[in-house]
């Protein structure tokens, strides 16, 4: 028997835009949301990935270095409903030693280029009184770590760039929110615990239980259904009161 969610789809009609789409967080966000009816456009920079959820999904794909400011611009549908800014990237370093081109670029890349998808989609959105933002932040929108300083202060600026998002489209049925997940299971992380492993000299099992979740109640990694749930959930119409809010998906770390 199908579920009552898939007999009765909610977005149906409606264009979902997923930055980072190809793997991880990104692949379970276009995939749920296009369980929900949504025709969804997957962004990435590896052409072969993004065709291969577009497929899955029954949508398209477009390749695109999102850290490129305008150079993708153009490329993008006229019409998208829902945005969720997913796309990331992760450079460990302490300060005195982090690369200034890296640091500009993260920032472009996590924070300049929602900026940039929200400001080209808002007109269509307020015109048809509808849209969602969702950006896809982290504990570390809330919590520092050592030596992510691009990271973490792209992760903070985004959660501020949600809220005006959220004051400024109000009034024009937009609603726009942060999920904020702990450490999830997706190759970014993958090669975060491998290289914690031979910093360390332990093994990668003990790099996650010692180090990266050390600050977490519940002592797992985060699927990433678990965290298209969410955005599935705050694209939803019964999530229409929610804006401006960020949704901690963390297993407890900032409980402390």
């Not at 690369?99 to 015109?127: D, H, K, N, S, T």
């Amino acid at each position: 028997m199908s579920s009552p969610r898939r007999q009765a789809p909610t977005l149906d009609g409606r264009t979902a835009l997923v930055t980072g789409g190809g793997g991880g967080i990104g692949r379970a966000c276009a995939l749920r949301l296009a369980e929900d009816g949504a025709r969804v456009v997957v962004v990435d920079v590896d052409a072969e990935s993004a065709a291969a959820v577009a497929a899955e999904t029954g949508g398209e794909s477009v390749v695109a270095d999102l850290g490129d400011p305008g150079a993708w611009e153009s490329r993008l549908p006229e019409r998208v409903d829902i945005i969720v800014n997913n796309a990331g990237v992760q450079h460990v370093s302490p300060i005195e030693d982090f690369p200034p081109e890296v640091f500009a670029r993260i920032l472009r890349l996590m924070v300049e280029a929602p900026f940039r998808l929200v400001r080209q989609a808002l007109p269509g959105m307020y015109e048809r009184g509808w849209g969602r933002v969702v950006n896809v932040s982290s504990v570390h929108g809330r919590r520092a770590s050592p030596y992510k300083s691009a990271y973490v202060a792209a992760k903070h600026a985004l959660e501020g760039l949600s809220k005006v998002i959220a004051l400024e489209g109000a009034g024009h049925g937009v609603t726009s929110n942060c999920v904020n997940p702990g450490y999830v299971r997706t190759p970014l992380v993958e090669k975060q615990i491998a290289a914690q492993a031979a910093a360390h000299g332990i093994s990668a099992d003990r790099v996650v239980a010692e180090i990266m979740l050390a600050p977490s109640a519940i002592k797992r990694l985060v699927e990433p259904e678990e965290v298209a749930e969410a955005v599935a959930y705050l694209c939803a119409p019964s999530a229409s009161f929610i804006t401006g809010a960020s949704l901690m998906i963390d297993g407890g770390w900032t409980a402390h």
